[in-house]
């Protein structure tokens, strides 16, 4: 099975223009990359892949940790966060760990993108509770099936759990 494949686990329910229905009327999306024309690129997959995407984008974890709590604070959350592993300031790990560690934050689906594809760098990304990763570079379908897997696997998660709710 493919490393990534392993990693994908838990996300929001189907964003994807083949799902049956949208998580919400407009997904908010946080690409994260020191890199502005890796963000603008990963942006303009993510357009092209989902329905009513908005995108918003971060230089570094550091900065993008205080998005994430400004939106969350505000009542208008992100609904998903792309993030590069090595950044300055606040490298892709280190946003996740303190997403993880965040209430308001923990649920977050969250996808790796790294040219870094080391047995090492996978496993600090699970451990850290990354929801999927993918090795630069990447083409469109490489993103659009890692987005999927993502996001079925939260909405059957959270269809199993308010079965169980239910049944109790």
């Known amino acids: 099975m493919c490393p990534t494949n392993l990693m994908a686990s838990l996300a929001p329910a189907a964003l994807l223009a083949s799902a049956d229905s949208a998580y919400h009327p407009v ?4 690409v994260v990359d020191d890199i502005s024309s890796m963000r603008r690129v990963i942006g303009s997959l993510l357009k092209d892949q ?54 308001a934050l923990h649920h977050l689906p969250v996808l790796l993108v790294t040219a870094e594809a080391t047995k090492d760098m996978i496993l600090q990304a699970a451990k850290a509770g990354a929801d999927g990763y993918i090795v630069k570079p990447f083409n469109a379908d490489t993103l659009r099936t890692k987005l999927h897997q993502i996001m079925s696997k939260r ?14």
Do not use: W, Y
């Not at 090595?86 to 997403?99: Q, S, T």
């Open 27 to 30: 997904s908010h999306f946080l």
């Open 50 to 103: 989902l329905r009513n995407v908005r995108i918003s984008e971060a230089a570094d974890g550091k900065s993008a940790l205080q998005m994430l709590k400004a939106a969350e604070a505000e009542g208008k959350p992100f609904d998903f966060v792309v993030t590069d592993c090595h950044m300055p300031h606040m490298g892709g790990i280190d946003l996740l760990r303190a997403i993880r560690e965040e209430d």
């Open 155 to 168: 909405s059957r998660s959270r269809a199993t759990a308010a079965a169980v709710a239910a049944a109790a």
